[in-house]
């Protein structure tokens, strides 16, 4: 969900807090939750140091986002979002189960969504295609934020288990960056097998699968 | 990462705690690192509910897991060893975030792993791909896990922003798992390509990309 929390638009529309979630992270859920620009600065010098961290958190997240998804074509946008949203991310990965249960009522995170929806309809996507995409990425993006937030050193093998050990050796430095990436370039490369599929299935000019072309099908609301 | 803390295996190597985490779920990291048979009884019935969840959940896990990792050929047993391992922690989406970034050394856990990287590299993966596609996985199955525990209705559109719903009614019930389904699918596509690429550049059979034989380059310690 790409972001689920940030500054509405003046609209009073409030996430007025948790129906939902992790009973140890409501505290820091309530904050996040309810930043609104109308009371944003005084709130924020209420906050205890770790609110302060998530609702920050949030707000890179929401500028990084934001320009991420104007990239053409889909898949360049879909990558760099992808890469932003675990960097910003894995600097605080207490906000990152909170976000993950939250309902997204703040019109700000509503618009990114609208925006990411539409870059993938006029890439070419069928409609049912679309959302299942975008969450599996970010299932996959915050999944990779907590691990970047795990040790290098996350095994400790012994003689009977030598080969986590040897397999890591292997890799070398940056073990969460190498699965972020391989990951990643999976997910990139089954969403442009999936748009060739879309396109033979929907009427399109029904081409190999390749970057989207960035036109096409925009549906208005 | 498989599972990460689990019942020893009469050696006394106990988790000793939290050297980097997440600070709010400390009190549950300090119960679920701690689990041995020695003390397991006695310790689980002086922790809180929500302590004994995720010891349980954990347990319930490692069983599972274990299972998985015996199947044939490789790619079966990816496959159900990521719904499994997805169930099982969807019901305790708090010991997540603890599991994924509190280092592996229970002798039962470390065998599990030592079973995973086995199996890749007996279906011929390259010893580098083994770590990044095992974590890559687990990041994806993590994250999928806390989606799992958000509410089905994620997102409140409104009239400005009016693609998601459009987007998500297209799904229908069950928009974790059509993502789950779809990002799943991804890595297990992924990974047969690699394999076939890795087979091609080490002298394997160099035959297309297909599930793993189950023979071959077993590597002892």
Redesign the interface.
Known sequence: ?LVRVGPGEGEG?HDDGA???????GE?RGAVARVDPAEDRGQHALLGE?QRVAVDGVKVCERITDDALRLAPWDRALEEWARSYRAAFAAH??A??LL??????A?RV??Q??RA??LL?AAGF???????????????????A??L???E????????????A???G??GEG??D??????L???L???R??LAADADAGGGPGTEAGPGTGGGSR?G?
């Open positions: 969900m529309e129906e939902h979630g992790l009973g140890e992270s820091v770790g990965p207490r990152i189960p993950m249960t939250t309902p997204v009522r019109p509503l618009a969504y609208e929806v539409e309809l069928a409609v049912e295609r679309v959302m299942p995409l975008l969450t599996g990425l970010e299932n996959l993006v915050l999944g990779s907590l691990d937030a795990a040790p050193a996350m095994w400790e093998p012994t003689a009977r288990t030598p080969l986590p040897r397999a890591l292997a890799v073990r969460a190498a699965a972020f990436e391989l990951a370039a999976a997910q490369a089954y969403a097998t999936l549906r609301g």
